[in-house]
């Protein structure tokens, strides 16, 4: 799921400061301690092949965040498929994969437990 900045509902705006809020942007599990993560991917990138071996070989672990340049497609257990692009607010939920279609800058903010073993096996990967 993915939303630009501009499609963000206003709540507050002064001439010097607005505030935008996207209600029911994904669910976090109670006690749960996010990390906060940055990403570079360079153009043409698939990071499905280091997430062989996880639940339905897709990463198992829910990301919100924003894409700060570039674009990144986003390929879902169930066959779907989103591309995020510059400027867009994110949501990846459990069960993804991604590659980059151009190079991408990303910040996100995962469960950081869940998403360190994630980080783990994909080690894991690319030693073998």
């Known amino acids: 799921m993915h939303t630009t900045k501009e499609d963000i509902p206003t709540l507050m705006e002064t001439p010097d400061a607005t505030v935008q809020q996207q209600m029911d942007f994904g669910e976090?599990?109670?006690d749960t301690t996010l990390s906060a993560e940055h990403m570079q991917f360079a153009a043409g990138t698939d990071i499905s092949p280091l997430l062989e071996g996880l639940p339905d070989d897709h990463c198992p672990v829910p990301h919100w965040?924003?894409?700060?340049d570039g674009e990144i497609t986003?390929?879902?257990v169930d066959g779907s498929e989103e591309t995020d692009r510059g400027g867009d607010v994110i949501y990846w939920p459990p069960g993804h994969t991604a590659r980059a279609e151009r190079d991408t800058e990303v910040v996100l903010f995962s469960p950081q437990e869940d998403h360190r073993d994630v980080f783990d096996h994909m080690g894991e990967q690319m030693e073998s």
């Open 28 to 30: 976090l599990p109670a």
């Open 74 to 76: 986003l390929s879902y």
């Open 65 to 68: 965040g924003y894409v700060i």
